[in-house]
């Protein structure tokens, strides 16, 4: 029989520890490349998804932009129409106002001058006002 010295033990020592290190090696880059596989999967599923999202979205900030347009033209237009109804008014106020107010004014005078004071109504007597603990006569009216 043949001894085995003790630089072949450590040579085959080396070469077990050697190839227990490669396979377990082998195994992580066997997991890392499934990991890998997986990963460009999900990438391409989610880009797959995503193009169509980010489309659609697109479409709606579109279509939100075309209605904010539309509800500035119809705020525009609504303040036109404020303005024109404001001036509209205060042309007529100043158009007939005055005229109407005299109008009134005149035919009040004029009730009044020709219906005089009427028989059969009581005269009031005039009010007093009291004012801290004395009587204060009331105006006096003009008697025709």
């Not at 992580?28 to 169509?52: I, N, S």
């Not at 999202?53 to 237009?77: E, G, K, N, P």
């Not at 603990?133 to 009216?141: E, I, M």
Request: a positive charge; aromatic letters at 4%.
């Amino acid at each position: 029989m043949r001894t085995v010295s003790g630089g072949e033990v450590a040579g085959i020592l080396v070469a077990v520890f050697w190839a227990i290190l490669v396979s377990f090696l082998a195994v992580a880059l066997a997991r890392l490349a499934q990991t890998l596989k997986a990963t460009t999967k999900l990438v391409a599923d989610v880009t797959d998804q995503a193009v169509p999202l980010l489309a659609d979205a697109s479409q709606a900030v579109r279509s939100a932009q075309t209605q904010i347009d539309r509800v500035d033209a119809i705020a525009s237009d609504v303040q036109e129409v404020t303005s024109n109804a404001s001036a509209l008014s205060s042309t007529v106020a100043s158009t007939f106002g005055g005229p109407l107010v005299k109008v009134a004014a005149f035919g009040y005078g004029v009730r009044r001058a020709l219906g005089g004071r009427k028989e059969d109504v009581p005269v009031k007597s005039p009010r007093r006002t009291v004012i801290v603990g004395r009587t204060v006569p009331a105006a006096r009216r003009k008697r025709k």
